[in-house]
Structures are given as C-alpha cells and as structure tokens.
C-alpha cells in the first residue's frame, strides 16, 4: 500500500476504509496508525481471519472512542498474536504506545499462564484483576 489509499494486498480494502473514515472524524490518525497498518498487512497479517479480527476489534475500540495510541496498541496486538514481535516495533512507536503495547502482552501472558482452560472465575473478577494489574484502563478494552 502507498500512502494509505491503494492496498497492495488483496482483502486488505475494509481495513483502509476503516482508517480512511476513522482518520475523517479524529484528525491526524492516519499519521500513527497508517504506516503500521501498512507494515503490518505486508507481514502477519497477510491472511483473511487476522485481517478480520483485527477489523472487528478496530469497530469496537471506534463505538467506544478510542484514541489513535489505542487503535496502534490494537493493531500491533493482533499483528503480534499472529507473529510479529514487539520489540521490533519499539523504535517506531511513540512512548505512550509502545507502554500500552507492553502492558497488554503483559496482561496476555498473565492470561495465558493463570486462567487455564478449567479455571473458572466470573467476569467482574477478572474484571477487577485486570484494572490491578494494569496503569492505563485503554489496554483493558483491547
């Protein structure tokens, strides 16, 4: 894709729409969001089902007006559960993002190791687990 308007992947067209319409109604979102979009639907999200996961968390994280920083944190999120890694993002993420960035594969791999399959909690439980664990409440809607 160049500059955010021609997708060079098949498939990849809802996904420009949703930054195109999105970047409409928060100003400069684009800026952040855009190139790592672009990087990332040229590496793992090269496949339909993380292309439409990551579309469907980006229209939840909208409805609940979520900051660019926040829709970065999401897609890196999702680019990382299908096999990027999250330092290579390091220098080329603002502060703020890389920390949300962080504390959510933190909260992951809590998941990961804690709540196994047979574990059952209710979900204000977890709820209030997660909101302990983290600074900053944006990583918890991701």
Known sequence: MSSHGTPSNPGSEPLYQWLAAYDASVDDAAELCGPILDELLTGSLKQPAPRAELLDLLRLLEELLADPG??????????????????EWRSKLPGETHRQLQELLRLKQFESENLGAGTERSAEGLRRLLLALVRDVRVVLI
Do not use: D, R
Not at 70 to 87: K, N, P, R, S, W
């Open 70 to 87: 926040t829709m970065a944190c999401a897609m890196l999120f999702i680019g990382v559960q299908h096999g990027e890694t999250a330092q």
